[in-house]
């Protein structure tokens, strides 16, 4: 289920590649042209770039029964605006009053 919460304080960027794009999925409807796509989150967390989610066109009921394989087009990094900003560590002060001779 969608964490709408969590989902209003962050974006999600992503890249798709268009070559990949199995063009039978493009639904023709009164607007324009659409094409289906999920977006899942990688479960592992951050991959080598940095990317958090994957995206692939969306796949019928009988197509996810006989198991077919997904056509991934890309992937993408989460951006969340309500992580604290990572502070510096805080610095020793040096005091006049220490026992050291110089």
């Not at 289920?1 to 974006?11: D, E, P, Q, R, V």
């Not at 990094?77 to 990572?86: G, I, Q, R, S, V």
Request: overall charge neutral; aromatic content about 10%; hydrophobic content about 30%.
């Amino acid at each position: 289920m969608l964490n709408i919460y969590k989902m209003a304080n962050s974006i999600i960027n992503f890249s798709i590649n268009l070559d990949k794009i199995d063009k039978s999925k493009i639904i023709t409807g009164k607007k324009g042209k659409y094409l289906n796509l999920t977006l899942g989150s990688n479960r592992d967390g951050e991959d080598q770039f940095g990317n958090t989610h994957y995206v692939y066109q969306s796949q019928s009921k009988e197509e996810r029964e006989a198991k077919n394989d997904k056509t991934y087009l890309g992937n993408g990094k989460e951006f969340n605006f309500d992580e604290p900003k990572k502070e510096a560590a805080p610095v020793a002060s040096v005091g006049s009053d220490d026992d050291l001779p110089f």
